[in-house]
Nanobody, 118 residues
Framework: EVQLQASGGGLVRPGGSLRLACVAS????????IGWFRQAPGKEREEVSC????????YYADSVKGRFTISSDNAKNTVYLQMSSLKPEDTAVYYC???????????WGKGTLVTVSS
């Protein structure tokens, strides 16, 4: 059974940092792309970042470039999203997902809420 477990969300002040983690199981971690999406209240889901484990390539939405960094620990089947210089507009539920190619993900985990507020 494919499982993706996201964690690390919370409340942070503007300018602060958080690190999200996505622990994957039930599939060949090294052979897939794993990424993060987010959905803010009243808005559509949007792509945030992705890492393609089989070739190491990464993707970032323009809104997070230079502030977010995605990385993968293949030994732990875990993908991390380091978020820095957080802004109120980063407030959303963040979801991790996996699939053959970005952004067409096949499997989704439950989200983790990130709230950026003073």
């Amino acid at each position: 059974e494919v499982q993706l477990q996201a964690s690390g969300g919370g409340l942070v002040r503007p300018g602060g940092s958080l690190r999200l983690a996505c622990v994957a199981s039930g599939f060949a971690f090294d052979d897939y792309a794993i990424g993060w999406f987010r959905q803010a209240p009243g808005k559509e889901r949007e792509e945030v970042s992705c890492i393609v484990n089989y070739d190491g390539s990464t993707y970032y939405a323009d809104s997070v470039k230079g502030r977010f960094t995605i990385s993968s620990d293949n030994a732990k089947n875990t993908v991390y999203l380091q978020m820095s210089s957080l802004k109120p507009e980063d407030t959303a539920v963040y979801y991790c997902a996996s699939g053959d190619s970005w952004p067409d993900m096949s499997y989704w985990g439950k989200g983790t809420l990130v709230t950026v507020s003073s």
